[in-house]
C-alpha cells in the first residue's frame, strides 16, 4: 500500500542508484518469480501481508537474495 514508508524507500533505492520494479501483487507467485527473474532483482521489499507469497518467490527464483 501506498504510504510514507514506500515513499521513503523508492527515493532510498533511487538514490543508491538502483531501480524500482513494481510487481502487481495479483499475480500469482509462478508469474511474480517470472518478471522478478527477469529483471535479476536480489532484494524484494515486501509488505508484512504479503510475505507468504514473497517467500513462495524467492523459492522460485534463485537471484532472489534478500526479502524485506
Do not use: K, M, Q
Not at 527477469?38 to 523459492?59: G, M, Q, T, W
Amino acid at each position: 500500500p501506498d504510504s510514507l514508508r514506500v515513499i521513503t524507500l523508492l527515493f532510498a533505492v533511487t538514490r543508491i542508484g538502483a531501480v524500482v520494479l513494481g510487481l502487481n501483487w495479483r499475480l500469482s507467485a509462478r508469474e511474480l518469480a517470472f518478471e522478478v527473474a527477469d529483471a535479476e532483482a536480489s532484494i524484494l521489499f515486501v509488505d508484512p501481508e504479503l510475505a507468504e507469497r514473497a517467500r513462495e518467490v524467492a523459492h522460485a527464483c534463485p537471484c532472489l537474495t534478500t526479502i524485506v
